[in-house]
């Protein structure tokens, strides 16, 4: 058995608790550090005892906090060589860095990590997949464009948060400038809601028992059409799709 639970998800910060048997990890942490810690506690988590931070790409909403948080507590960092070297130098004196690269899984106690690459605007970004040996969770956001990869290694999927950036009209629409429209749903953006909901029809979710559509912007995207678009592609009901809000993420979860 595995559980997770979202401390908050979007552009003002991002970050994911996963356990499974002794172990409890943080993916991600966009958040200050007082505010992670009160984030934490209101999953009755003291920051203490994560086991260790992991980083999909240097990006402020999904790093700004971690290297604070690690120092406070004296947690490992999980990040790929690109992702500290874009860091500019803010894991300095933390000697608890452990790099993994796309290629290989890792194990971080009771956890097996799976990460795999994605089309992202940074360095060298990765997403996860957790495993307890029986079910596997995983976490994709921050990626502009499905590949066969992404879909290879999510078939079969037993949870998924999935990135539910945009609606495309609302964001054509939007009072962006175009260079940032532009960039957001260009190939190393941000998945829209028609681009996840292909996602999940073209990959086998037999084993799906959650899904979580996740990063929504609060300006191009509502709730509703995120939770419709996945819907329609599971051909399921619209209350079985849940949504990480930006403020309070989401409760915990378990996948058996």
């Known amino acids: ?16 608790l996963v356990e499974a048997g002794t172990t409890r990890i943080l993916a ?12 934490l506690e209101r999953f ?27 120092r406070k507590f004296g947690l490992p960092v999980w990040l790929t060589s690109g992702t500290l070297q874009s860091a500019a130098g803010k894991f300095s004196g933390i000697s608890g860095i452990q790099l993994f690269d796309c ?10 990590v799976t990460p795999f690459t994605v089309p992202h605007d940074a360095r060298e970004p990765a997403q996860f997949i957790f495993g307890d040996g029986a079910v596997r969770v995983g976490l994709l956001t921050d990626a502009g464009s499905i590949t ?27 009072s962006y400038p175009q260079s940032l429209k532009q960039r957001i749903a260009g190939r190393f953006g941000h998945l829209d809601n028609t681009a996840a909901a292909e996602l999940i029809a073209s990959i086998n979710c037999s084993r799906l028992q959650h899904l979580v559509a996740a990063h929504l912007s ?22 079985w799709i849940g949504v990480a809000s930006q403020q309070d993420g989401f409760d915990w979860r378990e996948a058996t």
């Open 1 to 16: 058995m595995m559980r997770f639970a979202s401390l908050g998800s979007g552009s003002d910060g991002n970050g994911l």
């Open 44 to 70: 009755g988590v003291e920051a203490v005892t994560l086991d260790a931070i992991l980083i999909t790409h240097e990006h402020d909403d999904h790093m700004g906090g971690a290297a604070r948080l690690a």
């Open 103 to 112: 290629h290989n899984p890792f194990t971080v106690g009771d956890i097996e």
């Open 218 to 239: 609060q300006h191009n995207n509502t709730p509703e059409l995120a939770i419709s678009a996945l819907a329609d592609a599971l051909s399921c009901e619209r209350h």
């Open 148 to 174: 066969a990869h992404m879909r290879e290694v999510l078939d079969g999927i037993d949870a998924l948060v999935l990135e539910c950036n945009h609606d495309l009209d609302m964001l054509w629409n939007s």
């Open 28 to 39: 991600d942490c966009g958040f200050s550090l007082d505010d992670t810690v009160t984030r």
